[in-house]
């Protein structure tokens, strides 16, 4: 399984979503899409962090821990 967060700097959103991850031990790619505008051609967000799995773009914003938790076990 591919995971990455789609990130914009200074996002606290996007640190919230990371330490979910971390709790739950998944691991994953931090992707700057300011730095990598191309992401935002594939994953048109409006807004951070994105959840990407699988190149599939699970969540935008923050999701339920339940939702994660879900997913990931």
């Known amino acids: 399984m591919k995971v990455e967060v789609l990130t914009t700097p200074g996002c606290s959103n996007c640190n919230i979503l990371e330490k979910m991850l971390d709790d739950l031990g ?39 821990k339940e939702k994660l938790e879900k997913m990931f076990h």
């Open 26 to 64: 998944v691991r994953y790619d931090l992707i700057d899409v300011t730095k990598n505008p191309e992401y935002l051609e594939k994953y048109p967000i409006f807004t951070a962090p994105g959840l990407v799995i699988d190149e599939k773009l699970e969540f935008t914003g923050i999701p339920k």
